[in-house]
């Protein structure tokens, strides 16, 4: 023989157990939903072309300090995705043709095709806040236009980490 009893008779699974498995199948995807992860559906193209209408991702609500070029989820009137440009502290100047630049250094956007020219316009960053901009300049309603232009920490949800569907307004 191998070892293996054949006499032995299946064991029945108790209720408690299936009713404990049911219960742990909906709380712990609850639980890292509501502290861990979050899943956000883009609206517009106003993060272009790193994000089109319709996409879907997935991003982190822990995370312990925002760096220029996160892209984060925030609540303003609405929520809203747009890309840190501006940290704590730090003077952002944008000029007549759409150019930033942070304390008077040049800042490096590769993922702005299209830059909206207008006023030049200057923004001073209060600590605890950050400036934040949509990547399509030309078609995003953002800091550059609020009453208050500034997002305070506690106001980011979520900094978007991985694109799971690619979608389209269309």
């Given at each position: 023989?191998?070892?293996?009893?054949?006499?032995?008779?299946?064991?029945?699974?108790?209720?408690?157990?299936?009713?404990?498995?049911?219960?742990?199948?909906?709380i712990?995807?609850?639980?890292?939903?509501?502290?861990?992860?979050?899943?956000?559906?883009?609206?517009?193209?106003?993060?272009?072309?790193?994000?089109?209408?319709g996409?879907?991702?997935?991003?982190?609500?822990?995370?312990?300090?925002?760096?220029?070029?996160d892209?984060?989820?925030?609540q303003?009137?609405?929520?809203?995705?747009?890309?840190?440009?501006?940290?704590?502290?730090?003077?952002?100047?944008?000029?007549?043709?759409?150019?930033?630049?942070?304390?008077?250094?040049?800042?490096?956007?590769?993922?702005?095709?299209?830059?909206?020219?207008?006023q030049?316009?200057?923004?001073?960053?209060?600590?605890?806040?950050?400036l934040?901009?949509?990547?399509?300049?030309?078609?995003?309603?953002?800091?550059?236009?609020?009453?208050?232009p500034?997002?305070?920490?506690?106001?980011?949800?979520?900094?978007?980490?991985?694109?799971?569907f690619?979608?389209?307004?269309d």
């Amino acid at each position: 023989m191998d070892g293996i009893n054949t006499n032995s008779k299946p064991r029945a699974v108790s209720f408690k157990r299936i009713v404990l498995a049911l219960v742990l199948a909906a709380i712990v995807p609850s639980i890292i939903f509501q502290k861990l992860l979050m899943i956000m559906y883009v609206p517009s193209e106003s993060m272009y072309p790193t994000m089109t209408g319709g996409d879907v991702l997935i991003g982190t609500r822990i995370a312990s300090s925002y760096q220029r070029g996160d892209i984060v989820v925030f609540q303003a009137d609405t929520i809203m995705i747009k890309r840190v440009v501006g940290l704590p502290g730090e003077e952002v100047c944008i000029a007549a043709d759409g150019s930033v630049s942070i304390d008077g250094d040049p800042l490096y956007e590769p993922y702005v095709i299209c830059r909206r020219k207008g006023q030049p316009q200057a923004f001073s960053v209060p600590e605890g806040c950050f400036l934040l901009l949509g990547d399509n300049r030309q078609n995003s309603y953002d800091s550059r236009y609020w009453d208050y232009p500034y997002i305070e920490e506690d106001s980011i949800i979520a900094v978007a980490k991985y694109k799971l569907f690619e979608g389209s307004l269309d």
